[in-house]
């Protein structure tokens, strides 16, 4: 009988290492075998999955049994039997677990493409589930995957103990929530997405083949290889692997990428099903049963100095483990813990090392020690893998039914910009989002307010999880694509994009930028409510038209890349280089208008690297911050145990917004207070009801709508009406005050920022050192409802390009030359 612990612990091994594409194989008597692939959706995982959606499906059926069958759902699972055999239920679904290299609603979104170019929409996609491990260590069924065992708690918020060490910009997850712009470029979309919200039902217990990464690091990517990759892309799926697989190459940050690079995800599917097929003889590696565990803590074992959250303050350790073994020691408690890292030493931390030990705490697994050489000797492949990969790729059989270009015949790309001929263009605006969903309502508005009033230009934040905002401003860097994409549809191409940076303000690392902390991060949820559906807006993303501009991980070596990618003269643009060229281009004697609707952290940066700030804002409007007079209102920062009296957008950076309150400019602040005065559904779904409609007027309706009967349905959704107050800000910078009636209050105050969690983000009164700042204390709201209404219903610059579908449409039809 296996113990309950071991398989936990496997749990912790495949969300600690992220050993994605791991495969859990199941076998039932005269059927074909079913595969679960669990996937965090980096781009071997890409390969590894094309290359089981390939085999002969009267040996491999991929069949919807309408179970999602995951590892994590084994955890509490009591039918386990003995990890003897190899493996035996199956697949049906690919799940994806977002506890890695990539975030959960690109991560899906990319799935659901992959497998509609493959024509498998048959196939279903779970996502993590909703449920967390309660206080007395009850496991729910429905336990996430987005957060390792060390930090789950009962929601999908948490620390990044262990994923901090992954990069979260260039290079980490914004490159593959985007697969490096290709999926965008390449990909068929599928239509008419449904999200499935929750998931998952314990199937049965799953015996296990571990390839642990000292057997993939025998199958390096090498040269031979790529070039025999590049010379056979006879299929679309070949041909987006190859893709995916170059760009890999061209922006690995060293020269060794065909030793560094390993073919981690494939062969690890290649092992798996060759498993499937002759048990121990393995085509593919050489195998051997080992007893193992993973080592979840350091030795000495059984200290106690409260880095270990199972045995932290309690009187009995989660799980029933035992004190003084191997998962009671310390756990890592940052990239820099210094327990793990002894000065001129090598590293002593061993969490999340796989460890052949005897023993109650050993599991018995088949295990792949290397790759096996090809067999033919004179094959410029050396692994017999190799041959097995490109083969069933480039099989003319089961493969993919075109790409983005192939799908539509008359595809274009086409750039809109507006034509305003000789009006004069108002104040120049900069919108400075976290592209929370409220930001993309808040946008809406102000492309719609006249261009004689304001000139808008965007700035969005480097984001992910570094800076992301409100209590519901949840978004990871690749949803820059949405902001791309409504542009688009408004008919303006011509609004650059920057990309701020991922990280608040001193949370990156300092020797090495690319990772950080997540100290404030930590409180926004990873699942429903949070970073998976403002990533696919609520999974309406894809019903906006297509933006031909998207983010790319093209880059080139004058901008300070590694090598020159294919198409250097593309890039993403960053925050500061939109912010210079907009200074550039203002006329003399004009000055700039910021709107900030997420964490300050750009514009804290915009000013430490200004001499003279004063001389290029005339103001800034900044949605944010929480006065509470005498300590009975609270903030709204979720997930969080402190009695807190904050705001999520300073709380998320309190640095930086303590950096712009000490500035010299002149900032109208929009606090919590009256955003909560504005959140009414009814008022505002009621007005545009009544309304002619508009293509953004009705896009803004069916998001609202959604959102309202999430608030009423799901108790994950209580928070949705904040949405609404984001709005504000944008409505207030419109200026139209005499319908607006808004009244302010000067106050001294000054924001807190002295890394104490329970009061960072604070906004205080301060007599003495506080800066005057203009406070919006009250509006009229019916006023505020018919204007936001209005404004989005005018059928003056409205949008160009209505939806998708209409897209879809004129694509698939000449275009008429006139
Ligand atoms: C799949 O396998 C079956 C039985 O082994 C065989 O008859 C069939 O030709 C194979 N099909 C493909 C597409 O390889
Ligand atoms: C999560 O746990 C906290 C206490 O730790 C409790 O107050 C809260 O109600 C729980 N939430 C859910 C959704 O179970
Ligand atoms: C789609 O496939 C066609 C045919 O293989 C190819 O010419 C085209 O470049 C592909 N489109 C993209 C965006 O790669
Ligand atoms: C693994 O453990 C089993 C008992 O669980 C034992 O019979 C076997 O000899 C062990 N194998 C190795 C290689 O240690
Ligand atoms: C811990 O052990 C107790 C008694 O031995 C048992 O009742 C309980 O179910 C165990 N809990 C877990 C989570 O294994
Ligand atoms: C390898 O090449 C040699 C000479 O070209 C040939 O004689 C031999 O049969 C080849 N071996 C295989 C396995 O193809
Ligand atoms: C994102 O921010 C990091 C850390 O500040 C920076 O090094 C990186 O260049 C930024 N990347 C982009 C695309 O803005
Ligand atoms: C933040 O970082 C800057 C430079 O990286 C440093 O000068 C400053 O002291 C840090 N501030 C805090 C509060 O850690
Ligand atoms: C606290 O302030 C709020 C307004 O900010 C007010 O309505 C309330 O009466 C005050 N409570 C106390 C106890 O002073
Ligand atoms: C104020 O809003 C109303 C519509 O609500 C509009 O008719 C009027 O033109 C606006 N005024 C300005 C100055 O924008
Ligand atoms: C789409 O096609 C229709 C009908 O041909 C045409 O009227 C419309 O202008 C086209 N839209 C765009 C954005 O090209």
């Not at 090809?374 to 190799?386: E, G, V």
């Not at 990280?503 to 950080?516: E, H, I, K, R, T």
């Not at 009621?686 to 959102?707: D, G």
């Not at 106050?747 to 983000?761: M, N, Q, R, Y």
Request: hydrophobic share 40%.
């Amino acid at each position: 009988m296996l113990q309950q612990k071991n398989l936990w612990v496997l749990l912790a091994m495949v969300n600690i290492i992220g050993l994605a594409g791991f495969n859990y194989l199941c076998h039932a008597e005269g059927k074909p075998h079913r595969i679960v692939l669990d996937t965090d959706v980096d781009t071997d995982d890409l390969l590894a999955l094309f290359y089981l959606l390939k085999l002969n499906r009267s040996e491999f059926e991929l069949e919807v049994t309408g179970l999602v069958c995951s590892l994590v759902h084994r955890v509490d699972g009591q039918q386990m039997t003995s990890f003897d055999d190899l493996v035996l239920c199956l697949l049906q679904a690919v799940t994806v677990s977002t506890n890695s290299w990539s975030d959960a609603g690109h991560g899906v979104s990319q799935i659901y493409d992959i497998l509609y170019m493959m024509g498998r929409d048959d196939v279903a996609v779970g996502m993590g589930g909703e449920g967390g491990i309660a206080e007395d260590g009850h496991i729910f069924p429905d336990v996430g995957g987005f957060l390792p065992l060390a930090e789950q708690g009962n929601t999908t918020a948490g620390g990044c103990r262990y994923r901090q060490a992954i990069p979260v910009g260039l290079r980490g997850r914004l490159d593959f929530d985007s697969n490096y712009g290709l999926r965008k470029a390449f990909l068929p979309q599928v239509h008419n997405l449904h999200l499935g919200y929750g998931i998952a039902v314990l199937h049965s217990g799953i015996p296990l083949t571990l390839v642990p990464l000292d057997a993939t690091n025998t199958i390096p990517t090498n040269e031979n290889f790529f070039k025999a990759f590049e010379q056979n892309q006879h299929t679309y799926e070949a041909q987006y692997g190859f893709r995916s697989l170059k760009m890999t190459r061209d922006t690995w940050s060293n020269d060794h990428f065909y030793t560094s690079h390993y073919m981690w995800d494939p062969f690890a599917a290649g092992v798996a099903v060759s498993a499937m097929r002759r048990g121990a003889e393995n085509e593919f590696a050489e195998m051997e049963y080992m007893n193992i565990t993973v080592v979840t803590s350091d030795e000495p074992y059984g200290i106690s100095d409260r880095s270990n959250p199972f045995f932290k303050d309690r009187d009995a350790p989660r799980f029933n483990l035992t004190k003084g073994g191997v998962h009671s020691g310390h756990v890592q408690t940052g990239l820099r813990d210094p327990f793990c890292f002894v000065e001129n030493e090598k590293g002593r931390c061993e969490d999340g090392y796989t460890k052949e030990v005897s023993g109650a705490e050993a599991v018995r697994v088949l295990v792949a020690t290397r790759a096996k050489p090809s067999p033919d000797r004179n094959s410029t492949l050396d692994r017999a893998f190799f041959k097995s990969f490109l083969d069933v790729l480039n099989d003319p059989r089961q493969s993919g039914r075109f790409n983005f270009t192939t799908q539509f015949p008359h595809y274009k790309e086409v750039l809109y910009k507006p034509d305003f001929g000789t009006k004069r263009l108002g104040k120049p605006v900069v919108f400075d989002m976290d592209m929370s969903v409220g930001d993309f309502l808040a946008l809406f508005y102000l492309l719609k307010v006249p261009v004689q009033e304001i000139n808008v230009k965007v700035i969005v934040q480097n984001t992910t999880m570094g800076i992301v905002v409100s209590p519901t401003g949840w978004a990871n860097a690749a949803t820059i694509d949405i902001v791309y994409d409504l542009l688009h549809m408004m008919g303006r191409d011509d609004i650059p994009v920057g990309l701020g940076d991922v990280f608040a303000m001193n949370q990156s690392d300092p020797l090495f930028s690319a990772v950080g902390d997540c100290k404030y991060l930590k409180v926004i949820p990873h699942g429903s409510g949070g970073l998976l559906d403002s990533d696919t807006l609520y999974g309406l993303a894809r019903d906006l038209p297509r933006s031909p501009r998207r983010y790319t991980a093209e880059n080139s070596v004058k901008y300070g890349a590694p090598r020159d990618t294919d198409h250097p003269e593309l890039r993403q643009p960053l925050a500061l280089e939109i912010w210079e060229s907009v200074v550039k281009t203002l006329d003399p004697g004009s000055k700039i208008t910021v709107l900030t609707n997420g964490p300050l952290t750009s514009l804290a940066k915009i000013i430490q690297n200004e001499n003279d700030i004063s001389s290029v804002i005339r103001e800034v409007y900044v949605v944010g911050g929480h006065i509470s007079h005498n300590r009975t209102e609270k903030g709204n920062v979720p997930n969080i145990d402190l009695d807190h009296y904050t705001e999520l957008n300073m709380f998320l950076d309190p640095l930086a917004a303590k950096t712009v309150f000490e500035s010299s400019l002149d900032i109208t602040l929009i606090p919590l207070g009256i955003q909560r005065r504005v959140g009414s559904f009814p008022e505002i779904l009621e007005r545009l009801r009544k309304m002619n409609t508009t293509p953004e007027a009705l896009f803004a309706r069916r998001l609202l709508s959604r959102l309202y009967h999430l608030k009423e349905t799901h108790y994950r959704y209580q928070h949705m009406d904040t949405f609404l107050g984001e709005i504000l800000g944008a409505v207030v910078l419109a200026g139209n005050f005499s319908k607006l009636d808004p009244t302010f209050l000067v106050k001294p105050i000054k924001v807190l920022a002295e890394g104490v969690e329970s009061e960072d983000g604070g906004v205080v009164t301060d007599e003495k050192q506080g800066r005057l700042v203009k406070i919006v204390e009250n509006v009229n709201l019916g006023a505020y409802y018919d204007l936001f209404t209005e404004q989005l219903s005018s059928k003056e610059q409205s949008a160009v390009i209505g939806s998708f579908d209409e897209q879809r449409r004129n694509w698939s039809v000449p275009l008429k030359l006139t």
